[in-house]
């Protein structure tokens, strides 16, 4: 078996008869059959080949074939972005009257899949905080089908033990979804821990220069066997070009997430104990609370950091507008750094309250460390700091 580096950059689709040494782009939206025979056994899944590239497209397959051999994933299906494929990740598999049990720290709109969308159509959710997961076992009902966690959590950066996860996920006979995006495959594989299914936005570090969406489910092949038969008949086919794009920007995720995690590691420990912050949040901090445990399943901390700010969202929105370099946008996992106030932004359709159960503060600032030089980013954040006083 070869290592991750080595995958990631070798796997790719066969040549075709010009023997081209990068994967070419397939950008048709149908193939064509030798004969109407052939056409029927492709439709009859008699014989394997691409029909429709709303179905499938070798730019497609392409990037799942990668992504599964990071993973450690029997199959996948990859989605016109990540939120399709949180959505596609709980739709395909759920049905009526079915229950899920969810870590209450989750992305904005993964909170309005399960606490507004889902509920119209009779799937109903209950959240557990994952500072008392050994009372999650009296959170389960009877119709509870599926345990769908984020780890670490966006922005709020909680670890959720995947061992145990895993285990209590087989104990119960449930589906378990992880959204593995902060850590990429790279740095974490929730598959060998017993997730069964593993989502992502590729729009994250998997492109990692900000330029194409795209999402990706990941697990078991019988479960993604009912994913794929959803997103055939639903729709939310990623491009061959966006495909394309991230299945190369895949040969060099190993080489970006090695820099985005020694910067953020360096940044959240110049800033710790900063005299204009509460904290500073970073999983391969020993002052992190779950330290140990991010330590135990993950390679490295990642590329994310959050600063609280003392001052509140005033102070938070004086240090934001102060920075001269850091990019103001509400991505991520960009080659560029990048801020954004949760508060006020990604998650706030949250209540109050349920932003303050999940420890988004009106300070907390959402830092997405790039792969510039270090020193200027310090120098950058040390300012706006200085300047928001």
């Known amino acids: 078996m070869s290592h991750f580096e080595t995958d990631a950059i070798r796997l790719s689709t066969s040549k075709s008869n010009q023997r081209e040494h990068s994967a070419p782009i397939y950008l048709t939206s149908s193939f064509t059959f030798e004969s109407a025979e052939e056409a029927r056994q492709m439709f009859s ?4 080949g691409n029909i429709y590239s709303r179905y499938a497209n070798p730019n497609t397959s392409d990037l ?8 450690g994933t029997e199959a996948g299906i990859a989605t016109a972005s990540g939120m399709a494929a949180m959505f596609g990740s709980i739709a395909a598999l759920l049905q009526q009257g079915d229950h899920v049990l969810a870590s209450r720290s989750l992305f904005g ?7 507004r969308v889902f509920p119209k159509w009779g799937i109903t959710s209950t959240y557990g905080d994952i500072s008392d997961i050994q ?5 389960l009902k009877p119709n509870t089908k599926m345990l769908f966690i984020e780890t670490p959590s966006n922005p709020g950066l909680e670890i959720i033990d995947l061992e145990w996860a895993g285990k209590f996920a087989d104990t119960h006979g449930l589906i378990l979804v992880v959204d593995n995006c902060f850590a990429t495959p790279y740095l974490q594989q929730p598959a060998s821990w017993g997730a069964h299914i593993v989502t992502h ?7 990692g220069q900000g330029r194409v969406l ?14 794929e038969f959803f997103a055939r008949h639903t729709g939310p086919a990623l491009s061959p070009f966006n495909a394309w794009m991230l299945a190369k920007s895949m040969e060099t995720l190993a080489v970006r997430m090695d820099r985005h995690c020694s910067n953020a590691l360096r940044v959240a420990e110049y800033f710790g104990g900063n005299k204009h912050l509460d904290f500073v949040k970073y999983p391969f901090l020993p002052s992190h609370p779950q330290f140990n445990l991010a330590k135990k399943q993950m390679k490295q901390g990642g590329g994310i950091i959050t600063l609280s700010l003392k001052g509140g969202i005033q102070r938070a929105q ?6 001269q370099m850091i990019s103001i946008t509400p991505n991520l996992g960009d080659s560029r750094s990048i801020v954004t106030h949760p508060a006020s932004t990604t998650h706030s359709k949250l209540t109050v309250d349920e932003r303050q159960q999940v420890g988004i503060s009106d300070g907390l600032v959402r830092l997405s460390v790039g792969l510039e030089h270090v020193d200027d980013i310090i120098q950058d954040l040390e300012r706006a700091l200085d300047l928001s006083k």
């Open 45 to 48: 899944e008699e014989i394997e």
């Open 318 to 323: 004086r240090f934001i507008d102060s920075l």
């Open 64 to 71: 799942i074939q990668k992504v599964c051999a990071a993973e």
């Open 109 to 115: 709109s993964t909170h309005q899949l399960l606490t």
């Open 214 to 227: 795209g999402g990706l489910i990941l697990g078991k092949k019988e479960l993604i066997k009912e994913v």
């Open 201 to 207: 936005s590729a729009t994250k570090y998997i492109d």
């Open 135 to 139: 009372n999650w076992e009296s959170l």
